[in-house]
């Protein structure tokens, strides 16, 4: 597997995720590509994701139309952390056949995570909302802190 060919790949996401991440890192006062990390880590930490999960727009969600997928390189996404964020997914999804199956699962988490943090946003401020996270993290992992 050539972690080459990853690092300079360019990942799509859905219209309705690269809305959400718009809405976020707005809220939140960052990039985008923070964002879309942080979404990487809270999916990863979620589990095992399945092939066909597709990103699910919930009841009265308000987001900016027109949009086309977020287009992001795989040099901006993983930095100089590509052996941890392959250590983490491998972990998580067990033995990866190929770079693109790698590939595969970084969109799938990466909007999933998106799709985490979000329902997580109850409209208040980013303290909240990044607290909220935190809480579920701590409710989802039980006493292994």
Do not use: C
């Not at 900016?64 to 250590?87: A, D, I, V, Y």
């Not at 970084?106 to 943090?117: C, D, K, Q, S, V």
């Amino acid at each position: 597997m050539s972690l080459a060919k990853l690092y300079n790949t360019t990942m799509m996401s859905s219209e309705l995720s690269h809305a959400r991440l718009k809405h976020l890192a707005a809220k939140i006062g960052v990039t985008e590509d923070i964002v879309s990390r942080l979404a990487l880590g809270v999916s990863i930490h979620e589990g095992k994701i399945s092939s066909g999960w597709k990103p699910k727009k919930k009841e009265n969600e308000n987001l900016q139309q027109g949009l086309t997928g977020k287009s992001l390189r795989g040099k901006t996404l993983f930095k100089n952390e590509l052996p941890l964020w392959m250590m983490l997914l491998s972990n998580i999804e067990g033995k990866l056949e190929s770079i693109d199956e790698a590939r595969s699962k970084f969109i799938l988490h990466w909007e999933r995570g998106i799709e985490l943090i979000s329902s997580q946003d109850d409209e208040s401020d980013w303290i909240h909302l990044i607290s909220n996270l935190s809480n579920t993290s701590q409710h989802s992992s039980g006493s292994q802190m």
